[in-house]
């Protein structure tokens, strides 16, 4: 038996390894996979909170946009109570809405107490009585210009407030708010890109000899590329998902603690600003999302310095 | 027709002065030649002009029939499977053995492990790297990384072999047998080219041409 036979025949059916022609380890790799995290983490908290304040402000227009309420004043010689609860039926009758609650004495003295504190009599005061309406899940838009002029006609001193002007202002607010969101989430992710495209660049630097050489031994260069590419995108991966987890996780901690948190009223307070601090399915899907546009965003860049530098050599 | 053909080709790095003038010279197919001259005469620039990995300023480099300058990506990568190169600094990838660094230029022509395997370790055993095989190179000697360069080069059994002083890092016995190897590979049909300044490895060998580089300038010793 010739040497090779007997080395053949010792066990060596894998004398080449599952090595990939790029190093698997370097200190370089180890630090883009480093930067990446760290981008994605950054990214997802961003992104995580564009959507919270943008759920939360399509929860305040919402709200805001489905109550409205009827002012009715007290008149000399009538009984504001009466002149309320027929103001009431009369918004009971309009197709679209569906509450209608007519605050009683005590109930609308009791909203002038964080004002005026608690405690005054406040018999003597002409207290105008509220009755609030809430619309109906149909979708139906009440003709509010109609229970306008009935109301002036059978219920005198009474006054309809939509919340246009309100809404009007908490919509741009609102809007400011979710564009300024978006902005911070754009630099960041612009931010993101820059900085993993320059930390490929210096993990690619190392590696240009790998490069001259497989193009000297006759490679393609889309071998070459496809490799670094691979390569690469399997650190950005690494990292993607490890920013990823640790966002997502950090939005499931914040959700707990808030809901923990919800029966205290500062907790009513954020979450009343903020919503529940859930992403949901959509939002987490989102996060991941942004792990992998970086993974590819490694790759691409990788294969992009790849044709360069082969280019230089062509 | 002639493996490799240089026409009055002229080599200016940037808007230096000429490294290389006027050369010209043919290397027909089974030939057998020494690339000499001082250090820094311009070997590894004519090396790296033949291998196409340099674009001459002015004259005509052809490869195989092919001309240099007249060839797209593809072609010039079929080209350059033709053709093994040794390099002085031997250029192994520290993070694959022995095995696999030999075995790089079929692998990256795509062909599967089984196809090529027992040819490798039969060169490996033949440059005396047998006992060598799952070994790094840094842990290599020079000597023996200078064989792995070699064996690499020789795998692929190409047309044309350009060494750039191959036996720079071996023992006397060694280089001997290794100047075998390439007269051989040329005997079965490959154009040899030996960038040395080596005398002694020169004048083992009768039957080569010798090219000397001097001044930029070219004269060819038949």
């Known amino acids: ?314 | 027709m002639d493996v490799v053909r240089f026409e009055n080709v002229g080599l200016r790095y940037g808007l230096g002065p000429e490294v290389l003038r006027d050369i010209s010279f043919s290397i027909a197919p089974r030939s057998f030649q020494f690339l000499t001259g001082p250090s820094g005469a311009g070997k590894t620039t004519l090396m790296r002009l033949m291998l196409l990995s340099l674009k001459p300023t002015r004259g005509l480099v052809t490869l195989f029939g092919h001309e240099a300058g007249n060839l797209d990506k593809d072609m010039m990568t079929t080209l350059r499977r033709r053709v093994g190169v040794v390099f002085q600094d031997f250029r192994l990838l520290d993070h694959l053995t022995t095995y696999e660094n030999v075995a790089l230029p079929l692998r990256v022509q795509g062909r599967e492990e089984s196809s090529y395997r027992a040819e490798v370790v039969e060169l490996l055993r033949w440059v005396g790297l047998g006992e060598r095989i799952h070994v790094l190179p840094p842990v290599l000697s020079g000597g023996e990384k200078q064989r792995a360069a070699i064996a690499r080069a020789l795998i692929v059994r190409p047309e044309l072999l350009l060494a750039d002083e191959p036996t720079g890092n071996v023992d006397p016995s060694l280089a001997r047998r290794l100047l075998r190897l390439f007269v051989e590979l040329q005997k079965s049909g490959t154009a040899v080219v030996i960038a040395t300044h080596d005398l002694g490895l020169m004048d083992m060998f009768d039957g080569a041409h010798r090219l000397v580089l001097g001044d930029g300038r070219m004269h060819i010793y038949e």
Do not use: C
């Not at chain 1, 007997?6 to 894998?14: D, P, R, T």
């Not at chain 1, 009431?88 to 004495?105: C, F, S």
């Not at chain 1, 001259?212 to 393609?220: E, T």
């Open chain 1, 1 to 314: 038996m010739s040497d090779t036979q007997l080395a053949l025949s010792s066990g060596q059916s894998g004398l080449r390894r599952s090595e990939s022609l790029v190093p698997a380890e370097s200190i370089a790799g180890r630090a883009l996979v480093i930067v990446i995290a760290i981008m994605t983490f950054l990214a997802a908290l961003t992104a995580g909170g564009a959507i919270l304040v943008s759920r939360a402000s399509q929860d305040w227009r919402g709200s805001v946009a489905r109550e409205m309420t009827i002012q009715v004043r007290q008149i000399a010689g009538r009984d504001v109570d009466v002149a309320a609860a027929k103001a009431g039926d009369i918004a009971r009758k309009v197709a679209g809405i569906g509450e209608v609650k007519v605050y009683t004495k005590a109930e609308s003295e009791r909203l002038l107490e964080p004002w005026l504190g608690s405690g005054l009599d406040l018999g003597q005061l002409p207290v105008p009585r509220l009755i609030v309406m809430k619309l109906d899940e149909s979708g139906a838009k009440p003709d509010l210009a109609a229970l306008r002029q009935v109301l002036m006609r059978e219920v005198p001193g009474s006054s309809l407030d939509d919340h246009a002007l309100w809404l009007d202002r908490l919509v741009v607010m609102a809007n400011s708010v979710v564009i300024i969101a978006l902005v911070v989430f754009a630099l960041v992710v612009t931010t993101m890109i820059l900085a993993v495209a320059f930390a490929t660049r210096g993990a690619m630097a190392g590696n240009r000899e790998i490069i001259d050489v497989l193009h000297m031994v006759g490679a393609a260069d889309a071998f070459i590329a496809d490799q670094f590419q691979r390569h690469f995108m399997g650190l950005g991966l690494k990292g993607g998902v490890l920013g990823a987890v640790a966002g997502a996780l950090a939005f499931a901690f914040a959700g707990m603690a808030a809901s923990m948190w919800a029966a205290s009223p500062g907790g009513d307070q954020v979450e009343s600003l903020f919503g529940t601090f859930s992403l949901g399915w959509s939002g987490y899907g989102a996060i991941l999302m942004i792990g992998l546009a970086l993974a590819l965003v490694t790759g691409v860049m990788s294969r992009m310095i790849v044709f360069r530098h082969l280019n230089g050599l062509n």
